[in-house]
């Protein structure tokens, strides 16, 4: 299962939070495609990933909309 999470116009750190509260709902290699517009996004997930065990599939920006794709561990 896929969930896409707009978090577009929040800043740090709304959208780790709301993703956070999004992965916890989810199982076990389910995706959530998050999109962002705060520019500190990609670095911010890099290290949630890190630290939680999540894996960060994909991370591209366009138009300045970040669509950072995580898979649930």
Request: net charge negative; glycine share 6%.
């Amino acid at each position: 299962m896929t969930q896409t999470l707009d978090v577009t116009g929040l800043k740090c750190p709304m959208p780790i939070l709301r993703a956070k509260k999004a992965l916890a709902q989810m199982q076990t290699d389910e995706v959530l495609t998050v999109l962002a517009t705060d520019p500190g996004a990609p670095g911010d997930f890099e290290a949630f990933c890190r630290q939680t065990g999540h894996v960060l599939l994909e991370s591209t920006e366009s138009e300045g909309v970040f669509t950072l794709v995580l898979k649930h561990k």
